[in-house]
């Protein structure tokens, strides 16, 4: 009902920033919530940030908070992670998921997206 297609990724330096991008197609984009998620090759997928339908309801793990910043913009059916003062570690493939509501839980996400590279370098 929903695709997904990430964008934005690449290469910078740490203490840098990026603006990633989530085009949606399909179903009513606004009536989703959606979410951040990445993936550091051999680790586990790991929520970034999610925010709700309306946009008045944004969650973080704390990994990311106050560095990240999650929005949307429903009329272009798109939504970003503004990601600053990146770090090494922040490296990861990212994707971005559409749910009912929001959640941290990856098996609630009902649509996902192929990810986008980021990479963070000293």
């Known amino acids: 009902q929903v695709q997904l297609v990430e964008s934005g990724g690449g290469l910078v330096q740490a203490g840098g920033s990026l603006r990633l991008s989530c085009a949606a197609s399909?179903?009513?984009?606004?009536?989703?919530?959606m979410a951040w998620f990445r993936r550091a090759p051999g680790k586990e997928r790991e929520f970034v940030a999610a925010i709700s339908w309306s946009g008045d309801n944004s969650i973080y793990a704390d990994s990311v908070k106050g560095r990240f910043t999650i929005s949307r913009d429903n009329a272009k059916n798109t939504v970003y992670l503004q990601m600053n003062s990146l770090k090494p570690e922040d490296t990861a493939v990212y994707y971005c998921?559409?749910?009912?509501?929001?959640?941290?839980?990856?098996?609630?996400?009902?649509?996902w997206g192929q990810g986008t590279q980021v990479t963070v370098s000293s």
């Open positions: 399909g179903q009513t984009f606004s009536s989703y919530a």
């Open positions: 998921a559409a749910a009912e509501r929001v959640t941290v839980v990856p098996g609630r996400y009902d649509y």
